[in-house]
């Protein structure tokens, strides 16, 4: 009898605690901890909420769900999602940047979107975005931010070489990067007038594409089977940034943080500089800071890149996955918005990549820095998704700073770097 | 055997048993697993055994890259010269420092970089070594030299880290080598002494040859560490042209964690296995020659 009565008891625990349990999805992210946290006053009150908070209102209203924010360094991401499915604890969500897509999907990583999620998506969203997130010719993915290129510029230095707009054509910058650059007499320079986004290999690659396609050219051929580093056109476009090299506007010694510290007149950023530049030139920001769209070549054009979120293709929990980045990222507001556009824009400082998103937040995306980035997203266009796409940039871009060393011509410089990537895209194509 | 002799050979795996495991575990498996991910064409993502063999293309392809070609050539040379400059400038400072009354002081301040993260080295060196407005080229403008831009020119930029590895590196050096001059009995030196050597004579003929197997800790560990160099190049290096120096730890990780080629950073990895032990077989050979045994 005892015996009895306790096995009942047992089952009616375990039934219920299955009733009561949750169903829990983690959510690695890159962010760092005031994008987490939400951005705090001194007392420790948030003042703009972070993706902790949405993720609490998101559990309120869901008690069944339960979900756990995992924050990974943007460097140990991509490690993070190798290491996490080699050990079986692979996340539920994730982050993605739109370059590492063609080998997650094809890895089998990533599950397919829920067909009304993609139709939402194909209507509501910027089409750099959308192309950023398509991969293989499906969308795999909700686009979250979209970075473009623009032309930042010193007011006070161009003001102060005679200069009252900033170089509305490549020739011309090439020109005023020459006559702003100041060397002092021990041959050390005091003022450059262009530098480079050194930070990392898309402060170099994105920039070079963007006069590719201001050209008319394209990095790969429409099969993806060719790379076309040997056409012309890029030929042209690399030539063109190394004879700023030749008229002495830069130097391989200039950093983009030569522009922080106010001693270069020009560098081609993305929009998240913004906040770094706010920091470096504090109550001068608004007096030194000009936003302009990269000088065309030819035609207008600049170049982005996107992240997206999307859902592992081995999470138990897919379908609740999706339904939390449905609310997240495409339900609207009453404003109209979406709570992640909400959260891009007041909380990052990055640009929405869903159209009614871009509207909602003038004061955020209509100020002096962003709007030229929201206005260029019409002439931008999405760095291509290809198998390998971080070891070709990193080929490019190694092969370019060859070329800025004057080891290699811009030809010979092009021609090694469509070698490895024929080699590349042969494996995958 | 008797029956009290394999009582006594289970107890003696019994006690053994615990490093083994461990042993097998963090060490034995990692290098198995990634020696056959070496030969074969992996990205991570799936399943090893999914996983195409391709024998020894991974090892192919890596001698026909320019790239890591260079790199193993950057690491050879920074290797040799910072561990044997390194080496030298520490046994000069460590004979002066012993002499010197104020000998603890020296020491903490040269062991001093030893204790700060590369991460901090790199950012502050780099500061210094900046083109247009670094100390250094500051300090070589008094005299008269050009600047040099140290970091970025190609000629420069591995011997401007490798300056900065052995500053930094010295510090250990030193306290191993003073820790090991002061066993060095002084009546030695008294008896030389009495015989009329110099200075140089007695560092040459006693202090020298008295200091060898510690030289030989000193070289090997150093080489092991030295071949492995990720840091340093990684922080400071990132805006010179990548052949004049990338190393190949630096490689490996580039091509398995940005690359997401797995089975080619595998077979990098395993070269660089092979030329550290081959390295280090050669250093204990010409130590052995020169009469140091023990660490066979």
Redesign the interface.
């Known amino acids: 009898m005892k015996r009895c009565i306790l096995t009942i008891l047992l089952v009616a625990l375990l039934v219920s605690s299955m009733a009561f349990a949750k169903t829990k999805l983690t959510f690695a992210v890159h962010w760092s901890d005031y994008q987490v946290e939400g951005i705090k006053d001194k007392e420790g009150n948030v003042v703009t909420k972070g993706l902790r908070q949405y993720v609490e209102e998101y559990m309120a209203s869901n008690p069944d769900i339960e979900i756990e924010i995992q924050m990974v360094p943007f460097g140990e991401y991509?490690?993070r999602?190798?290491v996490g499915?080699?050990a079986g604890a692979a996340s539920d969500i994730y982050v993605l940047y739109s370059l590492w897509g063609v080998?997650?999907v094809e890895?089998?990583?990533l599950d397919k979107v829920p067909k009304e999620v993609a139709t939402a998506i194909k209507n509501d969203f910027v089409e750099a975005a959308v192309g950023g997130a398509t991969i293989n010719g499906e969308i795999r993915g909700i686009p979250t931010e979209v970075a473009n290129y623009a032309l930042v510029y010193n007011k006070k230095i161009l003001k102060a070489g005679g200069y009252d707009e900033p170089p509305k054509t490549w020739d011309e910058l090439i020109d005023m990067a020459s006559k702003l650059t100041i060397k002092k007499e021990?041959?050390?320079?005091?003022q450059y007038g262009y530098v480079y986004d050194?930070s990392s290999n898309s402060g170099t690659v994105h920039p070079y594409l963007a006069r590719l396609y201001s050209l008319g050219g394209q990095l790969f051929s429409n099969d993806n089977k060719k790379c076309l580093l040997d056409s012309k056109e890029a030929i042209q476009a690399l030539d063109a940034e190394i004879e700023i090299f030749r008229r002495g506007g830069t130097?391989?010694?200039a950093?983009h943080g030569?522009f922080q510290n106010g001693?270069a007149a020009m560098v081609i950023l993305a929009p998240w500089w913004e906040s770094s530049l706010k920091i470096a030139f504090g109550d001068q920001y608004e007096e030194t800071i000009g936003v302009a769209p990269i000088p065309p070549m030819k035609d207008p054009k600049s170049v982005s890149y996107t992240w997206f979120v999307g859902v592992d293709a081995l999470s138990k929990n897919k379908k609740e996955a999706w339904k939390f980045l449905e609310w997240f990222c495409i339900e609207p507001l009453p404003n109209g918005a979406t709570r992640m556009g909400e959260f891009l824009a007041n909380n990052i400082g990055a640009i929405p990549s869903r159209k009614a998103d871009l509207d909602a937040f003038p004061d955020k995306l209509n100020d002096l820095y962003t709007s030229v980035y929201v206005q260029e997203l019409a002439n931008t266009v999405p760095e291509p998704n290809v198998a390998?796409g971080?070891?070709i940039k990193?080929i490019i871009w190694?092969e370019i700073?060859?070329a800025r060393?004057q080891?290699k011509t811009p030809e010979k410089a092009l021609s090694d770097a469509k070698r490895q990537i024929d080699e590349i895209l042969s494996e995958f194509y | 055997m008797s029956k009290v002799g394999r009582k006594r050979a289970r107890a003696g795996y019994g006690f053994i048993s615990p490093s083994l495991i461990f042993y097998s575990i963090f060490f034995i498996f990692p290098v198995v697993f990634s020696l056959i991910a070496s030969f074969k064409r992996w990205n991570g993502l799936i399943p090893l055994f999914s996983a195409a063999w391709v024998g020894l293309e991974n090892y192919k392809w890596l001698f026909g890259s320019d790239l890591f070609v260079s790199s193993v050539i950057n690491t050879v040379v920074y290797s040799v010269v910072t561990v044997v400059v390194g080496i030298f400038i520490s046994l000069i400072l460590a004979v002066l420092i012993n002499g010197s009354k104020l000998s603890g002081f020296w020491r903490l301040l040269f062991f001093l970089p030893t204790v700060t993260p590369a991460v901090a080295i790199g950012t502050i060196w780099g500061y210094l070594y900046r083109a247009n407005n670094g100390l250094i080229n500051q300090i070589l403008g008094w005299f008269g030299i050009k600047p040099i831009r140290w970091l970025t020119d190609p000629k420069t930029a591995l011997l401007s880290i490798m300056i900065t590895a052995i500053w930094a590196g010295i510090g250990m050096q030193i306290l191993i080598i003073t820790a090991s001059l002061q066993n060095i009995p002084q009546d030695y030196y008294d008896a030389a002494k009495i015989d009329g050597a110099g200075s140089f004579r007695i560092f040459w003929s006693i202090t020298l040859p008295l200091l060898r197997p510690i030289l030989l800790f000193l070289t090997a560990t150093g080489m092991i560490g030295a071949w492995q160099v990720f840091d340093l190049p990684y922080i400071m290096g990132t805006n010179a042209p990548a052949k004049s120096i990338m190393t190949v730890s630096w490689y490996v990780y580039e091509t398995a964690f940005q690359s997401l080629r797995m089975g080619r950073a595998s077979a990098g990895a395993f070269i660089l296995f092979c030329i550290i032990f081959v390295a280090n077989i050669l250093v204990l050979r010409a130590f052995k020659k020169g009469g140091i045994e023990g660490y066979e």
């Open positions: 991509l490690t999602i190798l499915r080699l080998q997650l890895s089998g990583v021990d041959g050390t320079v005091q050194t130097d391989s010694a950093t030569d001693r390998q971080e070891e990193n190694r700073i060859e060393h080891r």
